[in-house]
């Protein structure tokens, strides 16, 4: 959320308005096949019914993949809470200690089942989304049309290349597949999918629109947090609130704790399903100096981020293009079988 203008805006420039709503195209048609799937493996979650459409080699390759993913995704998510909080609100907290807390307090929370879970992430969805939106569109009457002209930007290939970048923001979206299973009323769950990547969309949408905007093209570019330095600059009407930032922050930090929380779930519950453990519970804590280890590992923040785009876009091939693929392939298998099942003349 903080980085995401930047790295499509150096990606599609002006265009980075349209490439983020053109990022959540693959992301709906994934959502579409992984629902299919579901209902045609009812009670089973990706790891479970890959080995039976690509054959266990390839579907318990294809289930390490998700776990590797899911693992360096979270670690992402942790040094990039830690990096922000050093550097605008505890900047003589060595970095180590607040990534070391967020872990210790996620690894505890996510021992929990899942209608605690969902409980808790209901109670923050409002408390993150109602103040977020409004703060940018706060945010807006800083803002200058002309900046965000042209609006295809100034390269096809570029709006393409910012596009996919954009898909990396809703890679979370796997914690989904693996809550598919726990529904019920699973017949809701293509339209509750489509509420969320929605609702994701329009945010995304409207911090890249704000920033771009207020900041225009080139300086964008520059700013590492644009989303932090629109805040700065934002004010409420009447100067009841002279100093956003504080509150922004506080939204972000239930933000980073509900993401790393359901990462770190949907980690846990792939590595049971991979080697039939009973409880997921088990690893929790053993996971906890794996995730440390990863996070630590880049060395400053442009790293992290450049990390971060080649872990986001490996998110992609897993979560887009797997379910879309095994749709296929089963689809497939099931014309087959109901040919092979039909009397011959």
């Known amino acids: 959320m903080l980085a995401l203008p930047r790295l499509i805006v150096e990606q599609a420039g002006t265009g980075g308005p349209l490439a983020t709503l053109l990022g959540a195209i693959p992301v ?5 096949a992984a629902t299919k799937l579901s209902r045609w493996f009812p009670g089973r979650s990706p790891v479970e019914y890959a080995p039976k459409v690509l054959t266990r080699p390839v579907g318990w390759l294809y289930s390490g993949a998700l776990l590797v993913m899911k693992i360096l995704i979270t670690a992402l998510a942790v040094r990039e809470f830690g990096a922000v909080v050093r550097t605008a609100v505890l900047p003589s907290t060595p970095v180590e200690v607040t990534i070391i807390l967020l ?18 992430f209901e109670i923050f969805f409002p408390i993150m989304l109602a103040p977020l939106t409004t703060i940018c569109l706060l945010a807006l009457k800083n ?19 910012g596009a996919v970048l954009a898909t990396t923001g809703y890679v979370a979206y796997m914690v ?8 019920n009323r699973p017949e809701k769950a293509v339209k509750a999918g489509l509420v969320g990547i929605g609702l994701s969309t329009f945010v995304y949408m409207l911090a890249v629109s704000a920033t771009l905007a207020v900041f225009g093209l080139e300086e964008t570019k520059l700013l590492v947090w644009p989303t932090f330095e629109l805040i700065k600059n934002t004010t409420v009407p009447g100067f009841i609130l002279e100093r956003l930032e504080p ?8 933000a980073v704790f509900t993401t790393v929380a359901a990462t770190y779930y949907a980690t846990l519950l792939n590595i049971a399903q991979m080697f039939k453990l009973r409880d997921h519970k ?3 804590i053993p996971l906890v100096p794996i995730l440390y ?9 442009h790293t992290l981020y450049q990390a971060g785009i080649t872990w986001g876009l490996f998110g992609v091939t897993m979560n887009v293009g797997g379910p879309v693929f095994m749709t296929g392939i089963a689809r497939l298998r099931r014309k087959g079988a109901t040919r092979s099942a039909a009397p011959t003349q």
């Open 28 to 32: 709906t048609l994934a959502w579409l």
């Open 103 to 120: 872990l210790l307090t996620t690894a505890y929370f996510v021992r929990y089942d899942q209608q605690v879970f969902a409980r808790v």
């Open 143 to 161: 803002a200058h049309a002309y900046y965000l002209f042209p609006l295809l930007g100034t390269s096809g290939l570029g709006l393409l290349r």
């Open 176 to 183: 989904a597949l693996f809550l598919l299973p726990s529904l």
């Open 247 to 254: 509150a922004f922050l506080g939204i972000w930090v239930a």
């Open 282 to 284: 088990v690893m929790a």
């Open 293 to 301: 280890i990863i996070a630590m590992a880049p060395p400053d923040v």
